[in-house]
């Protein structure tokens, strides 16, 4: 198989065809930026630091790649069609468990940055 030079412009369409790809047939997608979306929001309204918009945006970014990758690998299994295939149910539970851990690593960023201030707005900083 011979692939011949591709300019910048193609692949960077190529790239966002795949996003969008992603955001149109992936639910689970969606669902991740939606979330994404909110704790942008809820970053700009608590007024978080340069450094943890840093570990704000560096989780988001992880945890959408991790999924889009995630999809990447289911959508190589249906290529291989509908039989089933124990080495390919392993790469597909792999790929959900690095989403998984990409999403609780998230989390946990999300309650470290946002917790102290939400506790705060309601009047549960002092314990």
Same mark, same amino acid.
């Given at each position: 198989m011979h692939f011949?030079?591709?300019s910048w412009a193609?692949? #960077?369409s190529d790239a966002f065809r795949g996003l969008k790809r992603a955001v149109r047939s992936q639910s689970s997608f969606a669902v991740h930026l939606a979330v994404a979306a909110l704790a942008v929001a809820l970053a700009a309204?608590?007024?978080v630091s340069a450094g943890e918009w840093c570990l704000l945006a560096g989780a988001i970014a992880t945890v959408l790649a &991790?999924?889009?990758f995630n999809s &990447?690998?289911?959508?190589? &299994?249906r &290529? #291989?069609?509908?039989?089933w295939n124990p080495r390919v149910r392993d790469a597909l539970d792999m790929a959900s468990a690095a989403v998984l851990m990409t999403a609780v690593g998230a989390a946990v960023i999300g309650?470290?940055?946002?917790?102290p201030r939400l506790l705060a707005l309601v009047g549960l900083d002092r314990w």
């Amino acid at each position: 198989m011979h692939f011949r030079r591709r300019s910048w412009a193609h692949k #960077f369409s190529d790239a966002f065809r795949g996003l969008k790809r992603a955001v149109r047939s992936q639910s689970s997608f969606a669902v991740h930026l939606a979330v994404a979306a909110l704790a942008v929001a809820l970053a700009a309204i608590l007024r978080v630091s340069a450094g943890e918009w840093c570990l704000l945006a560096g989780a988001i970014a992880t945890v959408l790649a &991790a999924e889009i990758f995630n999809s &990447a690998i289911e959508s190589l &299994a249906r &290529a #291989f069609g509908p039989g089933w295939n124990p080495r390919v149910r392993d790469a597909l539970d792999m790929a959900s468990a690095a989403v998984l851990m990409t999403a609780v690593g998230a989390a946990v960023i999300g309650m470290i940055v946002f917790g102290p201030r939400l506790l705060a707005l309601v009047g549960l900083d002092r314990w």
